[in-house]
């Protein structure tokens, strides 16, 4: 089956090369010359394990191509999706829409044969309804069907994540539409993947309704943590103590300084914004959201704290491992480095930083920051270390090497990666997130 694929983002780019691995003739679509052209150079946009692989074996294999020009890619399409951005508008939160919009009118205007529309990108309810209207008055006369398809990947997992999902959710209530595709699934469904059709509201929501259920997850076990530190538990164990009820389940329980990247933040604020339009509010949402920006600075204060406190820490410089909001990524998009970082220097202490990934998207982002070349360039005569995203690079630190290049053996373990004991015995002192 001919799929095309417009956008060629971290969605659409994955989405594609995976749908071209399964043995579908895939084009992706998107209207950066150079994106493209670097794509078809083999070059990845994107830091994503796997991925390069993936995209120039497909390619090589004829099963996968790339072009800007959405008339001719769409040609013969039997569906067609759209996985272009929907990042928060400025000014208000609501999901900024006029990618998705933009490419229904161009769709509509090239749509010469029967084909489904489908909307990958994370969009509002009702969104749907709006393509089916676009479409209705620029291609009249052409028989399509709009469905919603949200994509539940993480960065860094794509690929596994995308070929071996939890669920296929469906929204659609038209027969042909449902038909097209269960074929373009049907290569994950004898893998046994689960597919549940719903409407395509109800499909909309569902990825919303996902995304801040992870995050209301994420942001209990942190006000747990804190709880922790002040009674003198150990987040971890309560973790694994609530983990073990099946109804509650033990991902997404693990204390940290907050959570960032391209879907958790900006899909909280669109849902919010979803449910005060149509008066139906989410206060737990709402107190997520504020809690969990509120975390990424008062992790700062924490690194002050293991400094000595504000007068003390002035002037110091602190060695932040780790930028990317999550390791196997080098996406920098709300990580909670960029807030850190911020709260830092404003307390006037030196901050420089090494990321393997993230190097060249962090820079500019936090000018304040010195890049360091390697791990222990960044170290060397730090007054603490800070592991801020938990790269396995990180998880072996030679803390002999530490304690000789360091001004002082302090580290912040804001992903608690370390056993507090084997740091103390080290002669470190050691501070971590909800663990005594
Ligand atoms: C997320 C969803 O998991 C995915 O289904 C959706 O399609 C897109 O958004 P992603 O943003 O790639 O994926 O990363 P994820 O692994 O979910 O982590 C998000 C953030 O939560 C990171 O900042 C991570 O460090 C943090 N996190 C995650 C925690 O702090 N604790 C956890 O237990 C899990």
Redesign the pocket.
């Given at each position: 089956m001919k799929i095309a694929m417009v956008g060629s983002g971290y969605v659409g780019l994955v989405s594609g090369a995976c749908f071209a691995d399964f043995g579908h003739d895939v084009i992706c679509i998107d209207k950066d010359p150079a994106k493209i052209e670097s794509l078809q150079a083999g070059i990845m946009p994107i830091y994503e394990p796997g991925l390069a692989e993936l995209v120039t074996g497909n390619a090589k294999s004829g099963r996968l191509s790339f072009t800007t020009d959405l008339a001719a890619g769409i040609a013969g399409a039997a569906a067609i999706f759209i996985a272009v951005g929907t990042p928060s508008r400025r000014g208000d939160g609501h999901a900024d829409l006029s990618y998705v919009y933009a490419v229904a009118e161009e769709v509509g205007q090239a749509l010469k044969n029967d084909a489904v529309v489908v909307t990958k990108s994370t969009v509002p309810v009702g969104t749907g309804d709006e393509v089916e209207r676009i479409l209705t008055e620029a291609a009249p006369g052409v028989r399509f069907a709009v469905a919603s398809n949200p994509?539940?990947?993480?960065?860094?997992a794509a690929i596994a994540?995308f070929k071996h999902p939890d669920r296929i959710v469906i929204g659609t209530e038209d027969e042909w539409a449902r038909g097209i595709l269960t074929e373009v699934y049907r290569p994950l469904f004898l893998n046994k993947a689960p597919i549940l059709f719903t409407s395509r509201r109800t499909s909309e929501l569902i990825k919303y309704a996902?995304?801040a259920f992870?995050a209301v997850?994420?942001t209990f076990?942190?006000e747990m943590a804190d709880l922790c530190e002040k009674v003198g538990a150990d987040v971890q164990d309560v973790s694994r103590g609530i983990g073990m009820d099946g109804r509650i389940g033990s991902?997404?329980?693990?204390?940290?300084?907050?959570?960032?990247?391209?879907?958790?933040p900006k899909d909280t604020l669109a849902l919010l914004k979803t449910a005060e339009d149509y008066e139906a509010p989410t206060r737990i949402v709402e107190a997520v959201v504020a809690v969990n920006d509120s975390r990424k600075r008062a992790m700062g204060r924490k690194v002050i704290e293991a400094l000595g406190g504000t007068d003390a820490a002035r002037g110091k410089k602190v060695a932040m491992l780790g930028l990317t909001?999550?390791p196997n990524?080098d996406d920098m998009r709300d990580s909670?480095s960029i807030a850190i970082a911020l709260a830092l220097a404003d307390a006037g202490i030196e901050v420089a930083a090494y990321d393997p990934e993230g190097m060249a998207l962090a820079g500019p982002l936090m000018p304040e920051v010195t890049m360091a070349d390697s791990t222990y360039a960044a170290i060397e005569g730090a007054d603490a270390v800070v592991i801020v995203t938990e790269w396995d690079a990180f998880r072996a630190l030679d803390f002999d090497r530490i304690k000789r290049i360091a001004k002082a053996p302090v580290l912040v373990d804001l992903r608690n990666v370390y056993n507090p004991a084997e740091v103390r015995a080290k002669g470190f002192a050691y501070s971590s997130v909800g663990r005594p």
């Open positions: 994509e539940f990947l993480r960065e860094g994540d996902a995304n992870l997850k994420i076990i942190n991902k997404f329980l693990h204390a940290g300084p907050g959570y960032g990247g391209s879907c958790f909001f999550k990524t909670p």
